[in-house]
């Protein structure tokens, strides 16, 4: 006999239930011992997981998330690998309906765009070790006058503002990661008692309808070593409540609670041995990413005494800032007078010791990468996978902003490509897990000056060859040896992927276009822009097709950028959609006289 492990499923019809015992332990789960007529046990449920596994490869080789390791053993890149088999108990309507009722909540951690996906994420990590800003949940805009106006009609077009976040960059999903976690569930009632948890837990009537009696939430939705049997009357499970240690439950609230509920409400009901505190936090506890598992890591006397980066500054800016909340130092290893004052203030900002150094980005990646494998300094770069696993929740969550529904094409900005493949790995899961029936095409944008996979793309996926990456007002994209060009390969492949490049002029073209129309983006989202206008202009993307541009960094932070091109500064750019402020004297006359003829060209 099969079981499907959702939450709807009716494991034993009640004629056939004998008996339930149920003991719960944090790890691992025990074994479950419930009768019936046939004498056919009820397989124990599995715990979420993940461990490190080396990329795309078949291999047992494999470390537990708690390593401070960034390789394979050969040398290649690593990827954090969840128990598909643990999280497939559930279907994806589950999934759905627990992501959902997550989002806009003040519940720790669970109202931030990471951690509201927890146990896709870091399901391992105490809540208590979570550092977390509430990243995420970002707009995803309408972008219904650029379309029309600017790519002949489009009518379908959507910018995902991941820089409208707690740094203004796309980097808070995968930095907070390094730092937090713990499971919540709405569909959890328990008794709390002063001598400590336990006795009657009632699983059903969704929280929003209210609750039944006293309750704690902090309880994962199938904790290991549980069984449910489903009653198919209220009564049936009253009567199962009130025969346990005289806990005398409420009857018509109760049925009036699964009345309402309707279809969410499944009336399983068991029974747990008593918990002490430390046993509970550590059987319910688990998740986050990078500064939340360096947080862990150090209360596990961890040899860590900090966490650095080389950045092109918006990692360095994340990083900062999420190591200031977390009282863990950060280093910062940035190029000099390659990034924007306003990106380079937010590690000073936020305390980071902050080196600047006469190379560009790839020069720093190289001796980051060499002083975290000699000194107890934490890399925090995306060679480090755990990074990937916060960044991969903006595509969940691009799918629950559409109801579930996938849009036709996701176009991102790439450097070091770690967001491209995080996107496709948050789509993959969402399919494999039964929440959504295809992936959306993607496509990486590159700035011409920084093309690198651009040119291995025309090159039919042949040779990789890094390139020297020239000076581009895209600087965060501003990459010519990416790290993670065998994920982005892998992540185009898969989702019948393509890359567009943008020259500095087109870029900055498109991104005053994008702000004349009510936007405020970031240069790198000027490049994902132009990539949508030449996909469009040859016809592969219609004009009905459901596409989102991904912004990635507030355009605040490029204010000099911009101030240049609305100037005409810019030396050799036309900067054709300039719109720099006119000067007139403070006179009636004068200003009339402006006026006049600014409205007659506007009518």
Known sequence: MAYTYSPTTTFFPKHHLRSTTINCTSSPPPTTVTTTTNRQPIPPLLPFSAKYVPFNSITDESYSLDEIIYRSSSGGLLD????MNALKQFDGKYWRTLFDSRVGRTTWPYGSGVWSKKEWVLPEIDNDDIISCFEGNSNLFWAERYGKENLNGMNDLWVKHCGISHTGSFKDLGVNILSGEEVAMKLVIMEQRSSGYCSVLYVGCASKYGPIA????KVPPRPPGYAFVEFEEARDAEDAIRGRDGYDFDGDKLRDHMRRAGDVCFSQVFKIRKLDDSEFRNAFSRMTVLVSQVNRLRKMNKPLVGVGCASTGDTSAALSAYCAAAGIPSIVFLPANKISMAQLVQPIANGAFVLSMDTDFDGCMKLIREITSELPIYLANSLNSLRLEGQKTAAIEILQQFDWEVPDWVIIPGGNLGNIYAFYKGFKMCEELGLVDRIPRLVCAQAANANPLYLNYKSGWKNFTPVKATTTFASAIQIGDPVSIDRAVYALKNSDGI????????LMDEMAAADATGMFVCPHTGVALVALRK??????????????????????????????YHSKAIEGMGCKFANPPVEV????????????KYLSNVS
Do not use: C, N, P
Not at 540 to 552: K, L, M, N, P
């Open 535 to 564: 996909l469009r202009e040859r016809g592969v993307i219609g004009r009905s097709d459901r596409t989102v541009v991904v912004s990635t960094a507030h355009g605040l932070k490029f204010s000099q950028a911009k101030i240049d």
């Open 585 to 596: 004297k403070a006179e009636y006359g004068a200003v009339m006289d402006v006026l006049t």
């Open 499 to 506: 890359v567009e490049e943008a020259t500095e002029e087109e």
């Open 80 to 83: 954090v690998q969840h128990d």
């Open 214 to 217: 006293r309750i704690d939430l």
